[in-house]
């Protein structure tokens, strides 16, 4: 959150606790004890909301209820929220998602709850008990966020089916009955792409399939029937990369695929015939890395490894083989950081180890803020006629060590506001073959876990993008300077249409004085 790491970790003497870095030993310290001595007591859904991080903790035991819980990091511990149903057994509150400025987590009664908090005592409870979360026996589906309304698998009457809250009772209803009647869709792996809702539902005609939704009952719809007929294409691991869902699914002849879609059935094809897992009860593993896509896949020849695509078949390509013969790196766990790649892998000389891959670095990102944007303009501007050592580093976008125009032309070629840099990595096999990759400093004797590397244990807004504000300028009193502190600060935004507004006003006036003489 910020510049600050907060992660749980026990140091051997408080037990599992939660900790904060600003990545310095110095800086590196527990936040609260808990529990006194070295008990501990679960600690999850670290989330970032406004300016504060939020966390839940529940007893070992689960009887107790949950604790929903504060932290600005500078105060000695942590402030308690909300004790969601003292005395009642609690598996542990599942997720806390902001969504139109609150935050929605499921609690009360074994969880299966819808629940809502302004980060204060007061503004945290129960949304509605006209619906839960869950079917008798399974844990409730994560919610989702599109355009600030909260979505979810609802259970009534109707059975599970698509709903929408915006934390009030009234704002609470089923958004589309997939399976009429008493029995259910069962709707799942809800993510948002571009403001819209996708999600694998199912109806006793066309099978489990892929679903989407701009939360109206109308705009509900099919996007395609992967199998004809009642056998089901079962979408899974939806993904949002770039603005582009991903997802795993089974066209009944090679098993769980790769495929993509841009919301259209035309546009809802596979890209590979490699297999994503080997087992039936194992999930795909999808990870939006920076705008691009990385997975966990087996063509046959090489094993499970480490595979990545841009959307394109001719880009999804073989990223590393860690073994280098017929067996399987089976990488867990992918996570990125600036343009660092990291991976889980496992081989038969070093074991279970962390890899570390340098991704590459885009034509025009010359600020490397992960965009494509006026801000690299500005720092091309700054280094005009500057030495790039090494050659290709900083604003040399075409790599012959000086910065000059021919960078700007690269930046100009690259840049579409306001794109995410990412997106525009090209890859090819040869890049892909080139990746610098070293083994990490885990020892075969201390190998890392899945709950070891728990997502808990990351940078909370490290993956997320900024987003550009507007702020008052500081205008130089003469109108030339005025115009170029305008212009630079709107090329920063990415606000062209309005930069060439001002360049246009400007010609404008200069045109008229030049009438009047």
């Known amino acids: ?72 990091g500078r105060e000695a511990g942590a402030v308690l929220i909300k004790h969601v149903n003292p005395g009642e057994y609690a598996q542990g509150a599942f997720q806390l998602v902001e969504s139109g400025g609150l935050l929605f987590f ?11 908090s302004d980060g204060t005592e007061a503004g945290t409870y129960l949304v509605t008990d006209a619906v839960r979360g869950n079917l ?52 799942r792996g809800f993510v948002n792409v571009s403001g819209t809702l996708y999600f694998a539902a199912y109806d006793p ?18 996007v395609l029937d992967g199998l004809p007929g009642s056998t089901s294409f079962y979408p899974d691991s939806l993904t949002n990369v770039g603005g582009r869902l991903f997802f795993a699914a089974n066209d009944g002849a090679n098993g769980r695929e790769l495929w993509t879609s841009d919301g259209t059935s035309g546009g809802t094809f596979k890209l590979s015939d490699v297999k994503l897992y080997e087992s039936p009860s194992a999930r795909p593993l999808l990870a939006n890395v920076g705008g691009i896509l990385y997975f966990a896949a087996n063509d046959g020849v090489g094993g499970r490894e480490l595979w990545t695509s841009d959307g394109t078949q001719a880009g999804t390509m073989l990223a590393k083989d860690f073994t280098g013969d017929s067996g399987s790196g089976s990488p867990t766990l992918i996570y990125s950081t600036g343009n660092k790649l990291f991976v889980v892998a496992t081989t038969d000389e070093l074991g279970q180890e962390v890899w570390v891959g340098q991704m590459p670095r885009p034509t025009g990102d010359y600020n490397d803020d992960g965009r494509i944007d006026g801000g690299d303009f500005l720092a091309w501007q700054r280094g005009y006629g500057s030495a790039a050592t090494p050659p290709g580093s900083g604003a040399d976008g075409d790599g012959d060590g000086t910065i000059a125009g021919g ?23 040869d890049a892909a073959a080139e990746s610098s990759w070293s083994s990490g400093i885990v020892s075969k004797a201390e190998a890392v876990t899945d709950e070891a590397l728990s997502f808990d244990t990351v940078p909370i807004a490290l993956a997320e993008t900024p987003q550009a504000t507007r702020s008052p300028l500081a205008l130089p009193a003469n109108e030339r300077g005025a115009r170029t502190a305008a ?31």
Do not use: Q
């Open 1 to 72: 959150m910020g510049s600050t790491l907060y992660f749980t970790a026990n140091d051997g003497a408080s037990g599992r606790e939660l900790w904060k870095s600003d990545g310095t030993t110095a800086g590196t310290t527990l936040i609260t004890d808990f529990s006194e001595g070295a008990a501990s007591e679960p600690i999850s859904n670290l989330t970032s909301y406004r300016g504060k991080l939020y966390f839940t903790t529940k007893p070992w035991s689960g009887t107790g209820g949950v604790k929903l819980w504060s932290t600005d």
């Open 106 to 116: 499921w609690g009360g009664e074994s969880n299966t709850r819808l629940w809502r």
């Open 205 to 222: 005609i066309h099978g489990n399939e892929l679903w989407k939704s701009d939360g109206t009952a109308g705009a509900t719809v099919r």
């Open 407 to 429: 960078d700007l032309d690269a930046w100009r070629n690259a840049f579409s506001p306001p794109v995410s840099a990412a997106a525009l990595m090209a890859r090819t096999a």
């Open 487 to 517: 212009r630079d600060a709107l090329f920063a935004m990415g606000d062209v249409s309005t930069m060439f507004a001002v360049e246009d006003a400007a010609a404008t006036n200069w045109l008229a004085r030049r009438r009047r003489r």
């Open 136 to 187: 008798s026996g399974t844990s409730p589906e994560r919610l989702v966020d599109a355009n600030g309304i909260i979505y979810f698998h609802g259970v009534d009457s109707h059975g599970a089916e698509l709903w929408r809250s915006d934390g009030t009772a009234a704002g609470t209803y089923r958004v589309f009955d997939v399976n009429p009647g008493g029995d259910s869709s069962r709707p």
